[in-house]
Structure formats: C-alpha cells, structure tokens
C-alpha cells in the first residue's frame, strides 16, 4: 500500500468525529473538497483510469463525484445487497476503474469490486482511501496474466 500522507493536509478540514467514530464532512467546504478530487484525479490520471467507482452513501458519492469529475471521467456506484454486488451503471467496455472510498472496511472491501470489474471485462486498477490515505493495489498473483503473444 503507498501512504499518501499529503491527502491528510486536505481532509483535515472536513475531518470529523464524536469521539466514537470518524467521518469526513464533505460538503462543508465545497472548494476545499474540490481541491482534495483534483488531487485524486491528478493520482488517478497518470494510472490511466477511466471510471471512477465508489460505493454508496452520501460521503462517497461526492467523493467518487468531484474526482469523476476533476478527470473528466465516468462514475458509477457499486451496491451491495443480499450480498451480491452490481453497479448503478456500467462503464464502456473494457474500462480501467478505480475505487475510491472514505475508508476500506470488512464490509466494504476492495477484493471483491477488483473481481466484479474482472468478470465483466474491465481492468481494476486501484483503490483510494482517505482513511488512512493510501492508494491500495491488488497483489500480483490477483492481477490477470499478461499476454506475451506467445
């Protein structure tokens, strides 16, 4: 996992909590919380990302959505119900996605989006976290094999 500790320096701000738990209020500033997407997408971008996911709720909309939109990119939100996964839209064919999220949970983990994406023919390519700050990429043995034209 790369530590993006520069990523803290802009959710400061919007960092909150009751002294049980953390969350990031994003719509408090709306020009600080378009300067941390651009941040993002400036990370996202150079990974040659297309799509932007996120899962849903409110935090992670606006998240998915003011980096979706710093990179000029598409957005879809993956749902969870009963268990089974899908997405609000799916992203063209053969798309480089990315997750983005407030934080990795047991419950909302990275393993099994990077394998929905990979069913459906797209390349998974990372997930971003706020919480902490890091930019999370699947293991090599997860990863598809790369054809050698052999």
Sequence with gaps: ????PYLSALTG????TDGNGLWFDLGCDPQETNRLGTAIAAILSTRAVGTVLSWEGEEEAVLAHVVA???GARRATV???R???FTSAEPPAGSTVALVATRLTSSRPMLP????MRERGHRFDCALTLHPPRLHVPPADLLP??????
């Design 79 to 81: 749902v969870q119900e």
């Design 113 to 116: 989006v990077m394998e929905m």
């Design 1 to 4: 996992m790369n530590e993006l």
């Design 83 to 85: 268990g089974l996964l």
């Design 145 to 150: 094999p790369v054809a050698d034209g052999r």
């Design 13 to 16: 701000p919007m960092t909150r």
């Design 69 to 71: 939109s710093a990179m």
